[in-house]
């Protein structure tokens, strides 16, 4: 991983198997019907992630000083019970802009063969932190 260049961060998480008692407990969670595997699961499954990005010195973000502007989600296939998932965030571009930097970073969520499962996409806008 380089940590010179912020716009080639890339972040890759260790695999989670998807279990029925993963499923039940975030299903129970977030009020979704006993049985099924809630789509935003992947929300879950990818945050520590996407908080290793944001936490990442290279990109010298201070939480309490930035604003969430953009999230979404192409969804490949359904997440199943017995799915190997691996989370990689890659940090797809820093620009300046409005005194601050935006950052966009797009979260993977693939199986064990290596195919897309979702693909979340997110935008943080973030004030300027010295180096």
């Not at 998480?13 to 699961?41: I, K, M, N, W, Y």
């Not at 979260?107 to 979340?120: C, F, K, S």
């Amino acid at each position: 991983m380089s940590t010179d260049n912020a716009d080639d961060l890339v972040v890759v998480a260790d695999p989670v198997t998807v279990t029925d008692a993963v499923v039940s407990r975030f299903a129970e969670a977030v009020g979704a019907p006993a049985g099924q595997v809630p789509a935003t699961l992947a929300a879950a499954l990818t945050a520590p992630v996407q908080r290793a990005v944001m936490e990442h010195p290279a990109l010298r973000i201070d939480l309490a000083r930035t604003l969430h502007t953009a999230q979404s989600s192409e969804h490949h296939r359904p997440i199943r019970v017995g799915d190997v998932l691996t989370a990689t965030a890659t940090v797809t571009g820093v620009r300046s802009a409005r005194g601050g930097r935006m950052i966009g970073f797009d979260t993977v969520l693939r199986d064990a063969a290596g195919e897309p499962v979702q693909t979340l996409t997110s935008a943080l806008l973030t004030a300027e932190v010295e180096a």
